[in-house]
């Protein structure tokens, strides 16, 4: 396994079954004969010497000869708790083909049925009854190298509600990404499950669940194990990158808000959403020509994620000239009760610098009087973007996309809802409804649209295009805060790689093979205004960059030796 730096051999005292069974040391079949010899691996592993080359070509073959999704996910995690070194190469031969099924929408089956292809831990449960041991489990020796940690309750998965100890498909999966498209060494990720109880009942009666079976804490009892998880981790790990993820609306914001100026964290839900939203709609305005001063948003799903994104977007058209009051009245948040406006009831406080003047759609001829619906927004408030982040599968349907399109010329539209069973829209609908003008992008992968026998490429609007670049340059330099500037740089950052800069007829955003160049861009530019701000050591560019590189881990096997050996 090559580690950071210029490392060039691995120095262990594990041999035989100890050294096969680690998954961060196991070569498998590519142990040489003077290894073998060396670490007692003769007879434990069949005598012709493979390649991880050849290694990574058999599993491909493997596969691709399982008959659904699922079987590939279940293949792809138990190999990565087998061998991590040949998992991360087989995600590298094939990034655009491997993302979905070590990520969304495949890890959506992942968690409910994470019951049923549990195999071996990785990452660590921590439930209430364990609060009291929460230093003596995190003092683990093996967690020593630890710098990264992704943290979910499993109460808000994907569009898919409360999977509870289901939801740890999530933080693995994540930072599998973190190395794939980050290159962050896997021996510095800590997938953590917070398994507080779930309310799913499915999972409560299921024999076979293997989470803990309460019904959710909440209130004070919630957030004091809160407090004593983070009070234990931050112990630990003074300089630990922590990513939330997967919270419910009720817990999402406030904790963001709680911890943030406490420890390096953020929020992939809310805040990398927002980034990769405004990366994209800032790339948007080299097709559509409308300068971002002038769009007129609406999002469906005034959550935490869609409000994350309407922050993002008013502070870019503040940058933009606007001000503050002005940015705030173009955007319409729509959800279960319809737009959101002043006076209405049950506003969280997230929500209110977004709210919309009562008398909004006092002359807008409404089709259902007494509720204001996202159809009535579409067809009155000339819109420019319309984003979905509500879970609500083909809730952007025929009337409201024309309705929208026929108001604007290049309506940008973005179901950005994962898996691909929640997203708003399907693209190929949205390209026909609007005669192929619309400009679309998804969370999840969606296939190839066609219009006038031309077939583009759908653009993934997908957080993988921010997160491991703001961790990358986050860790780097050691960070000790993640600022909203930090994230909206990254935004800027993905902007600035658009295709469609030299090219408006071109995607968005850069393809899905180039994530790790990507990665590294958004490290550089999120780690320079770590430093601008304060945040981590004055450091000049070049310094910068070699720290980044320094902490960019690419699979390979190196040689091994045997401890106390020369």
Known sequence: ????????????????????????????????????????LNGLLPPNVGTLNGQVRRRMRALQEFATDLERYAFLRELQDTNETLFYALLESDLEGMMPLVYTPTVGLGCEHFSRVFRKPRGLFLSPPHVGRLEQILANPRFDKVEAICVTDGER??????????????PIGKLALYTACGGINPQTTLPIMLDVGTDNHERLTDPLYVGWRS????????????????????????HVLLQWEDFARANAT???????????????????????????????????????SEQRIAVLGAGSAGTGIAGFLMRAMIHAGLSPEDASRRF?????????????????????PFLQPANVAEHWKLEQPGRTSLLDVALNAGITALIGVSGQPGAFDKHIVTAMAARTPRPVIFPLSNPTSRAEAKPQDVIDWTSGRAIVGTG??????????????VDQTNNSYIFPGVALGSIAVQARRISDEMLMVAARTLAGLSPSRTDPTANLLPPVSDLRDISFKVALAVAAQA???????????????????????????????RAGTR
């Not at 998965?157 to 999530?170: N, R, T, W, Y």
């Not at 804490?217 to 790990?237: C, H, M, P, S, T």
């Not at 420890?263 to 300068?291: E, K, M, S, W, Y």
């Open 444 to 457: 999840s992968p969606f296939p190839t649209v066609k219009h006038g026998g031309i077939e583009k490429h």
């Open 215 to 238: 019904e959710r804490i909440r209130g004070q009892a919630y957030d004091d194990f809160i407090e004593a998880f983070v009070l234990a981790v931050d112990k630990r790990w003074p």
């Open 531 to 561: 430093r601008d701000e304060g945040l981590c050591e004055k450091l000049s560019a070049a310094e910068i960059e070699a720290l980044v590189k320094r902490k960019m881990w690419r699979p390979a096997y190196l040689p091994y030796r």
């Open 157 to 170: 998965i994907l569009g898919l509600g409360d999977q509870g100890a289901g939801g740890m498909g999530i």
């Open 1 to 40: 396994m090559e580690s950071e730096g210029s490392q060039t051999e691995i120095v262990t005292d594990r041999t035989g079954y100890e050294l096969l069974t680690d998954p961060l040391l196991n070569k498998g079949t590519a142990f040489t004969q003077e290894e073998r010899d060396e670490f007692d």
């Open 332 to 352: 319409y948040m729509v959800d279960k009760d319809g737009l959101l406006v002043e006076g209405m009831n049950n506003i969280e406080a997230f929500q209110r």
């Open 254 to 292: 406030r904790l963001l808000t709680r911890y943030r100026d406490r420890l390096c964290t953020f929020n992939d839900d809310i805040q990398g959403t927002a980034a990769v939203a405004t990366g994209a709609l800032l790339a948007a305005i080299n097709v559509t020509g409308l300068p971002f």
